[in-house]
């Protein structure tokens, strides 16, 4: 078992800006590190307390991932955090050590984890 993660900012609080956030980021974190469905154990999202239009797992299930247990939690809230920012922690089997799978960060999130191989 290994775990993926992943960040995005959006530009708005809006249902759709969302969902194409949380899609985006899911999809690129699928095919970045070729990872099926199947693959997949459990996803967890979380989001800042400026976010509050959807749960950030409802765009996962409308993508298909309807079959994963999802959860959406809320991001700690610490001075100058990264504001419209929803975080994934996606874990998955895969035979590939940790070093071989990369992590996504997309719009505002990118440098959050500079440490992180992407």
Known sequence: MRAL???TTVESDTEYAITAGVQELIGQMLDRNGVAV???ISIVFTATDDLTA???????????LGSVPLLSARELSVPHGTPRCIRVLMHLTTERSSAELRHVYLEGAR???DDLPV
């Open 5 to 7: 993660r992943g960040a």
């Open 111 to 113: 440098g959050l984890n």
């Open 54 to 64: 959807i749960f950030p797992a409802t765009p996962a299930r409308r993508m298909g």
């Open 38 to 40: 199947d693959d997949l």
